[in-house]
């Protein structure tokens, strides 16, 4: 299946790098570019793209607010939308993921990561820059003591208790299921489950309930880390 791509930047040098690098996988297919974020909505309403790349400074509307009305809460049909930007500050990176994002990348990841970050997204998954999610991780394992964590809308399985600390890690599902000995199909089983349980709408919103709750500080040993 040919992923279909809406990009959106206000530098045409970057739209069309961004294009060629997009438009030389076999499964990817670039199918419209805007250049500030209020043409970005319009296009992404009316072509439907399977995935949204958006800068984040553009002008009139930026690549956040674009995300909060595309991807944010309350948003019936959410659209996967993977921001990329020059800026690897941790204040955008907490902003795109609350407005609805599903990855995070800076303009120099590379063709291979942007091209796994747009599969991720398509697939319901999300990937953030290896680098960002390091900080990311390490800001929510440094937290002070939460309160007792929220139950779940039901209670998780043990095999549920394992992927849900790997996914908090910042672990991929092929990794997942690399270090647990199970399938890939299974692994996704258990990701959507605890979306459910948690009232997550992707993995790094698992992550961040996992990390911002204690929950990965007051996790049982023997989960099979």
Known sequence: MT??????????????????????????????????????????????????????????????????????????????????????????????????????????????????????????DALIAPNVTVRLLEAFAGAAPAAPPPQPVDPLTEREEQVLAKVALGLSNSEIASELYITLSTVKTHVASLMTKLGARNRVEIAIWAHQTGWMRARPTGDGD
Request: glycine share 10%.
């Open 3 to 124: 992923i279909r791509v809406l990009i959106a930047d206000d530098q045409e040098l970057v739209r069309t790098g961004l294009g060629l690098l997009l438009g030389a996988q076999p499964d990817i297919e670039v199918v419209g570019q805007a250049v500030d974020g209020n043409e970005a909505v319009a296009l992404a309403r009316s072509l439907r793209p399977d995935v949204c790349l958006f800068d984040i400074r553009m002008p009139g509307l930026d690549g956040i607010e674009a995300t909060r009305v595309l991807a944010g809460p309350g948003v019936d049909d959410p659209m996967a939308i993977v921001i990329i930007t020059t800026f690897d500050l941790d204040e955008y990176v907490f902003a795109a993921l609350r407005a609805g994002a599903k990855g995070f990348l800076l303009k120099d990841a590379g063709s291979e990561l942007l091209a796994q970050a747009i599969r991720a997204a398509a697939s319901g």
